[in-house]
């Protein structure tokens, strides 16, 4: 997901929230954010949360869809497995080299969550690793989100 207005490169959802607010309602709710990875070899380190999107459904009621079934495999057109989504948070960023100034990575990029370990400027990512991002193109499942445009809500599930 990407904030509106901000970056929308491979995005299921956008939002109004800022990434940094995100993970600070997740650490009121007790969780202590781990390490994001980056890169090859890299592997993402923390609690584990569940990512919903609940989306509108028949006469009104609301259907909770696991995030990661919005999206299929381009070859297969198969829905991506059930994914383990680590709260990670963002690395700490200077957005300009000629201020001391630092930023919450994800607030500058608008960054929210990412499947495979391409940056570290996130609250979440899942235990997917860059070996596997050659195995698995992904595109949205239309069959199962609502039209572009639709509201729906972002759920972060704590255990």
Do not use: C
């Not at 994800?106 to 979440?124: S, Y």
């Amino acid at each position: 997901p990407a904030p509106k207005g901000q970056k929308a490169h491979e995005t299921v959802v956008t939002f109004d929230a800022k990434p940094s607010d995100i993970h600070k309602a997740v650490e009121s709710l007790g969780l202590k954010p781990g390490k994001p990875a980056k890169g090859e070899g890299a592997a993402a380190v923390g609690p584990e949360v569940k990512i919903f999107l609940d989306l509108p459904g028949a006469g009104g009621l609301t259907k909770r869809l696991p995030i990661e079934k919005a999206l299929v495999d381009r070859k297969t057109a198969k829905a991506m497995p059930p994914l383990k989504w680590i709260f990670t948070g963002s690395i700490s960023k200077q957005p300009d080299p000629n201020k001391p100034e630092t930023a919450y990575g994800a607030d500058t990029t608008g960054t929210l969550i990412a499947i495979f370990p391409v940056t570290d400027e996130t609250v979440f990512q899942t235990g997917l690793t860059m070996k596997d991002e050659p195995l698995i193109k992904l595109e949205t499942n239309p069959k199962v989100l609502p039209e572009i445009g639709t509201d729906v809500q972002l759920v972060i599930q704590v255990p």
